[in-house]
């Protein structure tokens, strides 16, 4: 699998990250723990605005619908919930910690632009 570019970071872009990396990188606001999908909500220069996600439903979470979600199978067909409160994480932050991605090049997994609006 293939390491995100920095032209890729971009609204609606789901990344397989690891969120020790992130923290390297002073991406104060993450706060789970395991390699997990995160969600592009916004870039903003050489910031993204950054959404955790799980496959775990619990009460409260928001799920994202499977109409929103494009890209692998196992991306699409499981429920996808939003995990908790999205944080800034910079570009380079991202890229670094995607070298866990699952994804390829030309077939990165996303969501509706529409749908990550709600979250900005």
Known sequence: MTMLRLCEIQSGLVAHLDPDSLR???AAGCTVKGKHDFLIIRVD???ALVLPLTSKRKRGRCMIPQSAKHGHERWTDPNTYVLGQPFWAP???IQEA???ELSRVGGRNSVDTSWCEGFM
């Open 98 to 100: 995607s070298e866990c």
């Open 91 to 93: 570009c380079h932050a």
């Open 45 to 47: 220069g050489d910031a």
């Open 24 to 26: 390297e990188y002073e």
